[in-house]
Structures are given as C-alpha cells and as structure tokens.
C-alpha cells in the first residue's frame, strides 16, 4: 500500500505554540519501523490551478504571496512563512496523491491532511487549504476526461471537530455526500450544515459512538451511492485527547476504521485516508491511535487486491 508524507516541510512555530507538529515525523518513523508494507512517498505541491478548484483564486494568492492580514493569520492559528505555503501545498498534495492511487488499488493514506476547517476564501483552526475538497473536485475533473463519466464523491469525516468548511464548499453540490460525525460543544461553534451532521455529547464512549456510526454508514450507503470515499480518520476522539471531549479507547477506534473500511471495501468503493486531527496529551498516545488506523488499512488494501486477484484468475479460468 502506498502512503505519502510531507513532514519534511515543517512550520516554524513560536515556543509553546499548541499545534504538536512533531506528530506526523514521528507517525513516518513508525511506519517505517512497524509497518514494511507499506511503502512511502514523499508527496508533490499541489500547484495554483488545482487550489482554485476549492478555492478562491484570490484566497490562492494572498496566501501563496505573504499577504494574508493578521487576522486571517490569526484564525488559520499559524503565522505566515514560506514553509507553510510548502507545507500547505505538499499536504494537499499528498491527497490528490492518495485519492489517484485509491482509484486503482483500493486503498491509499496521506499521514497528514484531513485539513477540514478551511473553506473556499479563508484557513481556520490550523487549516489553510482544504485538501479533500480539491482533491474530490480534481479526481471528478480527471474521471470524467478519462471515462466520460461522473464520479460521484462521499466524505466521511470522523475526525471529533465537524468539518466545517468542507460543508460549506460543497453545500449546493449533489455530486459530493459530506458525512460528519462530531463532537456537538465542540470546536467549530457555529457549524456549517453539512449532507448527513451526528452531533455527540461530550464524554461520549465506545458502545453509543459505535451505535451511532453503524446508523449514519447505513444512512449514507442508503442516500447515496459514491465511487470514491475520503475518510478522515481523526485519532482526537481519543479519552487522551487535549482538545476532544469524547472518551473512545484505543480499541474503540480501531473498531471504527475496522467498520468504515469494511463497509467501503463490501461494496467495492475505493478509500484515501486522511490523519486528520490529534493533540494527545501524550502524543506518542495519537501516533499509536494513527499507526493502528494504518495497519487496518494495510489489511484492507491486501484484502483489496486479494479480491481483485481472484476475480480476475475467475475471469481468466472460465
């Protein structure tokens, strides 16, 4: 399985800035170190055309050129600096990378992005460019030039914060299903109401978190029918979480990646991962959660192939 990587482009943050940044070298050490089956890339930039996909031109430039105001400085939560523009562009990069590479294998990761909060004229909440919303409008762009057909697109963001501004970049389009499962007090405040929003309350565990998983899979699966998911498989449910308010165990969320790429792989709808969001207190406890999402979708993308091996002896037997 193909994974892609961007923390060798890493923020110049202020001491004591809040954002664990050291979290995504730490996650490619230890895939190297636990997974070998997985096989890492260093990501690509994502250029300015592929940006205004999502995203204003004028947003696009004002980042790319230093001229954001303090303000949206401020709101994104990272000061402007080359590295972040790098960082930013590499990130959604790496997206568009897995989504290219899902479409053919079943399954791929980028070990950052899931970057949600970012809408089409402004980055907030440690987001600058929303990843999974370009990369959904480029595989569409791509899949009808190569087939003539339309590609329809599910999200599905389990990342504890809703995903605010993927919402609202594709509230008036039916070709992409934005599936939230949140924390309801939580960060964003004011939401943006997405296809399908599951609001929960603050200490929520893994028995009612998975009973509320299995309702909104089955109600996604029965309003839509997509060729393409984007998962953001946030590890900051996590009980250790600085920032989450839910109480999921690490075993709780295995079992949730466990049903989300089973139900994918079932109906033959390939997967891109995100990491999305995780600021443990111990933030080797977020690495460990990340890592774990990946063996499984190691596992998945085996079964994957496995799958498609067979049909095709099947095909070539008869």
């Not at 730490?26 to 260093?42: D, F, Y």
């Not at 697109?153 to 070709?175: K, M, S």
Request: glycine share 8%.
């Amino acid at each position: 399985m193909r994974a892609f990587h961007s923390d060798l482009f890493v923020l110049p943050l202020p001491q004591g800035h809040r954002f664990p940044m050291g979290k995504y070298r730490l996650l490619r050490e230890a895939v190297v170190a636990h997974l070998p089956g997985i096989h890492l890339v260093e990501a690509p930039a994502a250029s300015d055309g592929e940006l205004a996909l999502a995203h204003a031109p004028s947003y696009v430039s004002a980042v790319t050129e230093g001229l954001l105001s303090p303000a949206q400085q401020r709101e994104i939560g990272f000061p402007w600096s080359e590295r972040m523009v790098e960082r930013s562009r590499r990130s959604v990069g790496a997206t568009v990378a897995a989504a290219r590479t899902a479409l053919r294998e079943g399954v791929s990761a980028n070990l950052a992005g899931g970057t949600h909060h970012a809408s089409a004229d402004k980055g907030s909440g440690y987001c600058v460019f929303n990843d999974v919303a370009v990369a959904a409008r480029l595989m569409q762009a791509e899949w009808h030039r190569l087939h003539r057909q339309l590609l329809r697109v599910a999200v599905i963001d389990l990342d504890v914060h809703q995903g605010n501004g993927t919402a609202a970049i594709f509230r008036d389009d039916p070709t992409v299903f934005t599936l939230s499962m949140h924390g309801a007090k939580n960060f964003p405040f004011r939401k943006e109401a997405g296809d399908l929003d599951v609001e929960l309350p603050d200490g929520c565990g893994d028995g009612d978190y998975l009973v509320a998983l299995d309702a909104a899979l089955e109600q996604l699966w029965r309003r839509y029918s997509p060729g393409l998911v984007f998962y953001l498989a946030g590890a900051d449910p996590h009980e250790g979480d600085r920032l989450g308010r839910l109480k999921l165990t690490a075993a709780g969320l295995a079992e949730r990646d466990r049903r989300v790429l089973h139900a994918a792989r079932e109906r033959r709808i390939p997967v891109a991962l995100t990491m999305a969001g995780g600021y443990g207190r111990v933030i080797e406890d977020t690495v460990a959660v990340q890592l774990n999402t990946l063996r499984l979708a190691l596992e998945s993308w085996r079964q994957w192939n496995n799958t498609t091996h067979d049909r095709s002896s099947a095909a070539a037997a008869s």
